[in-house]
């Protein structure tokens, strides 16, 4: 199975540098040749001085409790909703492949699938690394249509942009930085819109508006039914930062937006105004990609609270209203923290998933899911993709072909299934069905 790109740094002068990966811990370590022995005294890892997680006593007797499960028939944006909690969602306990198509050109070295699907009203839309958009039966995954929306005399790849579909519209992003509303049924376009700078992620759709993100740190806010400029900020620069990014967050009439910088903004969904914001960088010693500051997890809005992490090292829960910080923690992540009841779940950097109590930050349990091919050696990065919560399980894909599954009362691997092909993008779930797209763009439909 060909080991493709988890994620990599991109510099302004140099573009993306690629960093390519391979095997897994989880699998039979390789026996090497003799090697000539160690020079004499104690190794310590560098590693091994950043702090590690661990859970907090004072939560050891705590029970977690979780809501119940719900079916969601649509999963309309990256993240699931606007707002991106999604709380408990329905899977049956035994899963089975019901169809497979490619949505297209998958990733290579020099373009990357870097958007989940999206499913509305019975209908899967993806784009590919072509910037594609191709439209498929949730039933059987029969394809319906296919628009093509890279400009003519541009080059077809894609590093950035992605699809929603809301108020009965596809909307697209691309990193050509233009913007498009289409006909769900045909693909035929509605409006478009040249915002002038490459677009990082995919829209999101609320308030009226189509919110983006480009890669010069500026927020869009487009009417979503003639495509219109409403209003527009810009955050802080960062010159280097990682290959992706996350989509704004809305609820309540407040756009959260990150930026590259470590920079998290709330601004008003009809102005642009500015609110609050906070800085989730957090600097550490002995790596330089550590310093990165880039949020490329996306922010979660849950009653009343905003969830955000950053690559360098930072997760809060902050208070949507007045922009208060309620607690803080060292973690590191470029996924999407999960939130259902009291409890917060997130994958971090180092390959551990961990429950964090939803109300002070505090870590009920932690589960290493394995970093690397060769521990000792600290060779072959594993990154894992994820989690979602469906059923009382919580779901997880890597770079290597691996998907787990683990309790979320108490970090138990419940179940190991080998994909088809490696998984850089967390799978999704919409009614009863659960979606996971390879890194070859193969998107894969169990029941």
């Given at each position: 199975?060909?080991?493709?790109?988890?994620?990599?740094?991109?510099?302004?002068?140099?573009?993306?540098?690629?960093?390519?990966?391979?095997?897994?811990?989880?699998?039979?370590?390789?026996?090497?040749?003799?090697?000539?022995?160690?020079?004499?005294?104690?190794?310590?890892?560098?590693?091994?001085?950043?702090?590690?997680?661990?859970?907090?006593?004072?939560?050891?007797?705590?029970?977690?409790?979780?809501?119940?499960?719900?079916?969601?028939?649509?999963?309309?944006?990256?993240?699931?909703?606007a707002?991106?909690?999604?709380?408990?969602?329905?899977?049956?306990?035994?899963?089975n492949?019901?169809?497979?198509?490619?949505?297209?050109?998958?990733?290579?070295?020099?373009?990357?699938?870097?958007?989940?699907?999206?499913?509305?009203?019975?209908?899967?839309?993806?784009?590919?690394?072509?910037?594609?958009?191709?439209?498929?039966?949730?039933?059987?995954?029969?394809?319906?249509?296919?628009?093509?929306?890279?400009?003519?005399?541009?080059?077809?790849?894609?590093?950035?942009?992605?699809?929603?579909?809301?108020?009965?519209?596809?909307?697209?992003?691309?990193?050509?930085?233009?913007?498009?509303?289409?006909?769900?049924?045909?693909?035929?376009?509605?409006?478009?819109?040249?915002?002038?700078?490459?677009?990082?992620?995919?829209?999101?759709?609320?308030?009226?508006?189509?919110f983006?993100v480009?890669?010069?740190?500026?927020?869009?806010?487009?009417?979503?039914?003639?495509?219109?400029?409403?209003?527009?900020?810009?955050?802080?620069?960062?010159?280097?930062?990682?290959?992706?990014?996350?989509?704004?967050?809305?609820?309540?009439?407040?756009?959260?937006?990150?930026?590259?910088?470590?920079?998290?903004?709330?601004?008003?969904?009809?102005?642009?105004?500015?609110?609050?914001?906070?800085?989730?960088?957090?600097?550490?010693?002995?790596?330089?990609?550590?310093?990165?500051?880039?949020?490329?997890?996306?922010?979660?809005?849950?009653?009343?609270?905003?969830?955000?992490?950053?690559?360098?090292?930072?997760?809060?829960?902050?208070?949507?209203?007045?922009?208060?910080?309620?607690?803080?923690?060292?973690?590191?992540?470029?996924?999407?923290?999960?939130?259902?009841?009291?409890?917060i779940?997130?994958?971090?950097?180092?390959?551990?998933?961990?429950?964090?109590?939803?109300?002070?930050?505090?870590i009920?349990?932690v589960?290493?899911?394995?970093?690397?091919?060769?521990?000792?050696?600290?060779?072959?990065?594993?990154?894992?993709a994820?989690?979602?919560?469906?059923?009382?399980?919580?779901?997880?894909?890597?770079?290597?072909?691996?998907?787990?599954?683990?309790?979320?009362?108490?970090?138990?691997?419940?179940?190991?299934?080998?994909?088809?092909?490696?998984?850089?993008?967390?799978?999704?779930v919409?009614?009863?069905?659960?979606?996971?797209l390879?890194?070859?763009?193969?998107?894969?439909?169990?029941?």
């Amino acid at each position: 199975m060909k080991k493709t790109v988890a994620y990599a740094v991109k510099t302004a002068s140099i573009g993306g540098m690629l960093i390519v990966l391979s095997a897994c811990e989880m699998l039979p370590d390789w026996l090497g040749e003799a090697q000539a022995p160690p020079l004499p005294g104690e190794r310590i890892s560098i590693l091994a001085l950043e702090q590690s997680l661990e859970p907090d006593e004072g939560l050891s007797d705590l029970t977690v409790r979780l809501p119940g499960p719900y079916v969601n028939e649509n999963w309309p944006q990256s993240g699931g909703t606007a707002s991106h909690a999604m709380h408990h969602l329905t899977l049956a306990d035994d899963l089975n492949e019901v169809w497979r198509v490619s949505i297209g050109q998958g990733s290579d070295d020099e373009n990357r699938v870097t958007t989940a699907p999206v499913i509305a009203d019975g209908r899967v839309f993806a784009m590919d690394s072509e910037s594609r958009v191709r439209a498929f039966s949730q039933e059987d995954g029969k394809k319906l249509w296919a628009v093509n929306l890279t400009p003519r005399g541009e080059e077809d790849g894609v590093v950035g942009g992605g699809v929603s579909a809301e108020y009965g519209r596809v909307f697209a992003s691309t990193s050509y930085g233009e913007v498009y509303s289409l006909d769900p049924e045909s693909g035929g376009m509605y409006w478009k819109q040249d915002i002038g700078a490459p677009i990082r992620s995919a829209p999101t759709i609320a308030e009226g508006h189509v919110f983006v993100v480009t890669y010069d740190s500026r927020v869009f806010a487009l009417d979503v039914l003639t495509g219109e400029v409403e209003w527009s900020y810009e955050g802080g620069m960062e010159i280097t930062g990682l290959l992706g990014a996350a989509s704004p967050a809305v609820s309540s009439g407040t756009v959260v937006v990150p930026f590259s910088s470590g920079e998290l903004y709330a601004l008003r969904a009809d102005n642009g105004e500015q609110a609050w914001s906070d800085q989730l960088q957090a600097r550490r010693r002995y790596s330089s990609l550590s310093s990165i500051s880039d949020i490329v997890g996306f922010p979660v809005i849950d009653r009343g609270m905003v969830f955000a992490a950053s690559y360098s090292g930072r997760m809060v829960g902050i208070d949507l209203r007045s922009g208060n910080r309620k607690w803080v923690q060292e973690i590191s992540t470029t996924q999407t923290p999960w939130v259902v009841g009291d409890f917060i779940y997130v994958v971090t950097t180092d390959g551990e998933l961990v429950c964090l109590s939803r109300s002070n930050g505090l870590i009920r349990w932690v589960r290493p899911l394995g970093k690397f091919e060769d521990p000792e050696e600290k060779s072959g990065l594993i990154v894992w993709a994820g989690p979602i919560l469906a059923s009382d399980r919580l779901i997880l894909v890597s770079n290597y072909g691996i998907a787990v599954s683990v309790s979320p009362y108490d970090g138990k691997i419940l179940g190991k299934v080998e994909l088809s092909d490696n998984a850089s993008i967390a799978p999704v779930v919409a009614g009863g069905m659960l979606f996971v797209l390879t890194d070859d763009a193969q998107l894969v439909a169990y029941r």
